[in-house]
């Protein structure tokens, strides 16, 4: 960080986590309005929703469910469901589902409480009042987005996807992260999901934007990864490894929302856009390249994320660790079956123009530790083959 700034670091509303978390949601919705139930077809059909439900019936609390969430979170899809809260006359967001659907959740908010919608927050108008009270309970272990004010929805028809940034106003009152809900997740979605939340931790840890609370944050989600990720996704059923995961993802998401990201999610978004890659898997495949390419400006930091990750780093240069920070990670994604390259992920790569110009373009580039130019990007884009 530049020592001279002066920094706030927002901590996050209340978290509630272990084994059975859920059972605490009636308690913590907090309102006597019509709850707006988000989730998504996978979570339903998982079996997930259900004793959510149930609970609330118990409780007798009214809400109007909104199941149909989509990948990536099409703005088409929110105005959809902003359209059934309005209708319902919801009063509270209460969203069970992976990044998608609490990013969804997130944009129904904003559509509920800006002027001109999330329509008008993609194109920079900006919150003046929090959305409505919302409880996030993630069922993967990676986006962070319970603890963040930023999200991440997807503008079909010009291929983009939109940050919508709220800061505190964008945040949900309570995250509830209970490792019960994994339980039945596809490895291969564990899998990726710990790769964004790796990605959040490192990237979090070495831009322009860092200070120490974040990097708190991120080192101990960088070794909870480390520790607990391989656990996953070898038996997702794992309480231990998964209340360990769900807490690193949303200790990186804590670290990203007070400082921001870097290059490797400049690059993801174009990528995941065009190419409907996941964005686990859209971070995973620039992480090692980007941190690489960042060694030289941020070495000092990646041998502090190479002690997180366990590696002995003594008579070490800072590159030199640094170098074992790469080689570390890619290790870690070739344990849990991520592809690091185009070929092994199937993708006919072909770097575009509107691409590189969108990279050039956001606010992740700036912040970026190292500089870089077009060709930098051209290169970055071409790396992974
Ligand atoms: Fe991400």
Known sequence: MAFSDIHTHFNPG?????????????????????????????VVSAGVLEPVEEMLKEAGIAYSLYDRV??????????????????????????????????????????????????????GAELTGPIPPMVAVPT??????????????????????????????????????????????????????????????????????????????????IRLIFENLRALVGDPSNLEAGVNMLAASTLAGQAFANVGLGLTHSLAHPLGAHHHVSHGLACAIYLPVV???????????????????GLEVGGLTDMEAAGAAVLAVEELFEDVGIPLSYQELGVEFQVTDEMIEEVLGVPTRAINPRVSTREDIVALFNAPR
């Open 14 to 42: 209340r978290v509630v986590f272990g084994p059975g978390a859920i059972q605490e949601i009636p308690g913590f919705l907090e309102t006597e309005a019509k709850v707006f139930l988000v989730s998504d077809p996978g």
């Open 70 to 123: 989509l990948p990536d979170a099409p703005l088409s899809s929110i105005e959809e469901a902003s359209a059934q809260y309005r209708e319902e006359g919801c009063g509270a967001l209460l969203v069970v589902g992976g990044g998608s659907a609490i990013d969804s959740a997130k944009a129904v908010g904003v559509d509920v409480t800006l002027e001109g919608g999330a329509a008008a927050a993609a194109t």
């Open 140 to 221: 993967t272990a990676g986006t962070g987005s319970e603890v963040t004010g930023v999200a991440v929805v997807a503008d079909e028809a010009n291929k983009i996807k939109i940050v919508l940034r709220g800061g505190e106003l964008l945040k949900p009152k309570t995250a509830i992260l209970d490792p019960e809900l994994l339980a039945n997740l596809p490895p291969k979605v564990a899998a990726e999901t710990g790769a964004d939340a790796l990605s959040h931790a490192l990237e979090a840890l070495v831009n322009r934007n860092r200070q120490p609370f974040a990097e708190a944050h991120a080192l101990h989600a």
């Open 291 to 309: 941190m690489e390419f960042n060694s030289l400006a941020a070495a000092g930091a990646y041998r502090r994320a190479a002690q997180a990750m």
